[in-house]
C-alpha cells in the first residue's frame, strides 16, 4: 500500500472517530471544535507592532515636587525640591519626528512674602536632558502666621528631526500654612476675700508657660505657678505664704486661625498659723482649689480677661484673670 493511501486512510478513521464523538457534544463545544480545527491548533500568535509606522512620539510635561510639608511652624526653614518631568502620551516610530530639549525654564513666586520668604540659592543648571527638563531646590522660611501659596510656571522648548520647535507652558501651586509651634503663657489673678475681722489675699502667678506643638496645630505643657497667700486678724497678727503649684496646658488652633488654650490648675494645700497676743493662735490646714480657664484668642496670640473663681471649705471668691498668649519661632535649622 502506497505511503499516501495509508495516511489517507488514518484521517478518514480519525474524522469519523471524530464525528461520532461531536453527535454526543453539546451544541457550543461543536462549534467551538470547528472553530479550532479552522484556526489551527498550535498556531504561533503574531504580535501587533508596538510602534504604529510614521506616527511621531507625544510627549507631555508635569511638575514633580514629592511629597511637600505643606504645614510649617513659624520660624521653621524648608526646602522642596521641584522638578519638570516628562511623560510620553505616545510612543511613536523613531523615525519619526524625534525630539530633544533645547531650554528648560521654572519661575517660583511667593503670594505673600509676609508669610513665607523666598530664601533660595540658584544653582545654574546643567543642559536639560529629554526625560527631566528642568530641577531646582527652593529654600523658605516661615515669618509670618497665615496661608499663602508658591506659584510655579515652567517653560520646556522641544526640537524636533524635522526642525519644528514646540513649546510647553506648566502651572502649578502648592498651599502652604504656616502656625506657631511654640506658645509662651502668662497669667496674673488675685483674690481677696473677708471672713469676719480676718482677711485672705490670694495671688497666683504663671511667668514663664511654654506649650510645644506642632506643624498639626496641637500643643500641651506644664508650668510652674506661684502663690502667695496672705491672711491678717486685726490685732493679732498676719503671715505671707509663698507655695508652688502647677497647671497644665493643652491647646489647638482651629481652621479659622483662631488659638484654643485649656488651663487645669493643681490644688493649692498649706497651714496658715497667725498668733493673737493674750488669746493664743489660731489657723491650721487650709486648701484652696481655682477653677480652670479656657482661652481663645487669635493665632498670633493676645491678651484676655476671664472669670476665675478660688474655693476652699469656707468662701468661694471670684476674680478677673488675666491671660497673656505669645507665639514664640522656634529655632531655625541653618
Given at each position: 500500500m502506497h505511503k499516501q493511501d495509508r495516511l489517507a486512510r488514518r484521517w478518514t478513521d480519525c474524522a469519523t472517530s471524530l464525528s461520532r464523538r461531536v453527535r454526543r457534544m453539546p451544541r457550543w463545544l461543536h462549534v467551538f471544535t470547528m472553530l479550532i480545527?479552522?484556526?489551527?491548533i498550535g498556531s504561533v500568535f503574531q504580535t501587533v507592532a508596538a510602534q504604529p509606522a510614521g506616527i511621531p512620539t507625544t510627549v507631555t510635561y508635569i511638575f514633580n515636587y514629592g511629597n511637600t510639608k505643606e504645614a510649617l511652624c513659624l520660624g521653621e526653614k524648608v526646602s522642596y525640591k521641584v522638578s519638570i518631568q516628562a511623560r510620553v502620551v505616545v510612543q511613536g516610530d523613531p523615525d519619526v519626528s524625534q525630539y530633544h530639549v533645547t531650554n528648560a525654564t521654572l519661575t517660583e513666586t511667593v503670594q505673600n512674602s509676609n508669610i513665607l520668604k523666598d530664601s533660595s540659592t540658584i544653582v545654574p543648571g546643567l543642559s536639560p536632558s529629554n526625560d527631566e527638563p528642568f530641577s531646582q531646590t527652593y529654600t523658605f522660611v516661615a515669618?509670618?502666621?497665615?496661608r499663602t501659596k508658591i506659584d510655579l510656571v515652567g517653560v520646556v522648548v522641544t526640537q524636533s528631526n524635522n526642525v519644528v520647535e514646540t513649546e510647553y507652558t506648566l502651572h502649578d501651586t502648592i498651599s502652604v500654612r504656616v502656625v506657631p509651634c511654640r506658645l509662651k503663657v502668662i497669667t496674673n489673678a488675685r483674690w481677696n476675700q473677708s471672713m469676719g475681722p480676718a482677711n485672705v489675699k490670694a495671688y497666683?502667678?504663671?511667668y514663664n508657660g511654654e506649650m510645644v506643638g506642632d506643624a498639626n496645630g496641637y500643643y500641651s505643657g506644664t508650668a510652674q505657678v506661684v502663690w502667695i497667700v496672705k491672711a491678717s486678724i486685726p490685732g493679732c497678727g498676719q503671715t505671707n505664704t509663698l507655695k508652688l503649684g502647677t497647671v497644665e496646658m493643652k491647646g489647638k488652633i482651629d481652621l479659622d486661625e483662631q488659638l484654643h488654650v485649656d488651663l487645669d490648675y493643681q490644688q493649692l494645700s498649706g497651714s496658715e498659723i497667725?498668733?493673737?497676743?493674750?488669746?493664743?493662735?489660731?489657723g491650721g490646714g487650709?486648701?484652696?482649689a481655682a477653677s480652670p480657664l479656657k482661652v481663645q484668642v487669635p493665632n498670633f496670640g493676645g491678651v484676655v480677661q476671664?472669670?476665675?473663681t478660688l474655693r476652699n471649705p469656707s468662701f468661694s471668691v471670684d476674680t478677673m484673670t488675666y491671660v497673656y498668649v505669645v507665639p514664640v519661632p522656634v529655632p531655625s535649622k541653618p
Open positions: 480545527l479552522t484556526l489551527g515669618v509670618g502666621l497665615g497666683a502667678v504663671v497667725i498668733n493673737c497676743p493674750g488669746l493664743g493662735t489660731g487650709v486648701f484652696a476671664l472669670q476665675q
